[in-house]
């Protein structure tokens, strides 16, 4: 999960693959255990808020190398390893309303809000063919609901399909 890790920022140092054993592991889950489709962490701490793309690069290269696609996952829902204060849930960030506004805002230490580094990071990698989707928010959970009794992961996960798959009308994103 930490193998988008930079010098800059890493969630557990451990777990951080230099790139022969980057490598090794990506041909060994291909090549010996059979998959096609591997999930990483490409959470803002892991990019700069979009403005380092060498980690996220390091495993997309990797990746392709073996013949793997990937789904980036853009946000950490238990907050263990995101820009909000360690181990507090999604779920309990902005007065427990993330999934509905929070998101729109900066979360911690982050420089961009969730929905914008969503933008960059899908602009940044739009045409690349190893990705093959993208995984919103780990472990994504909520209590929160609108009036109608709706779980406020639904208009979140549209609204965030929706930055996703816009083509910013050939604009660059500027940070």
């Known amino acids: 999960y930490d193998a988008a890790a ?20 990506m041909h060994w889950i291909h090549d010996q255990a059979g ?16 403005t380092d793309w060498s980690g996220t690069d390091r495993i997309i290269s990797a990746a392709s190398k073996a013949g793997l696609r ?21 779920a309990q960030a902005a007065g427990g309303q993330w999934y ?18 969503v933008r960059v990071v899908a602009d940044h990698y739009r045409d690349n063919p190893t990705i093959l989707g993208w ?20 208009p979140f996960a549209a609204d965030i399909a929706s930055v996703i798959k816009e083509k910013n009308d050939g604009k660059p994103i500027r940070i």
Do not use: H, I
């Open 100 to 117: 509905s506004s929070g998101y729109r805002k900066p979360l911690g230490n982050a420089k961009l809000s969730y929905r914008d580094y």
């Open 70 to 90: 990937l789904m980036p996952v853009l946000e950490d829902g238990p907050g263990d390893c995101s820009t909000g204060q360690r181990g507090m849930s999604l």
């Open 35 to 50: 998959a096609t489709v591997v999930r990483f962490w490409a959470y803002q701490t892991y990019t700069a808020s979009g």
């Open 6 to 25: 930079t010098d800059g920022y890493s969630c557990a140092p451990a777990t951080r693959l230099d790139d022969t054993a980057l490598s090794a592991m």
């Open 135 to 154: 995984t919103m928010v780990n472990e994504a959970e909520t209590n929160e609901r609108d009036a109608s009794g709706t779980s406020a992961l639904v």
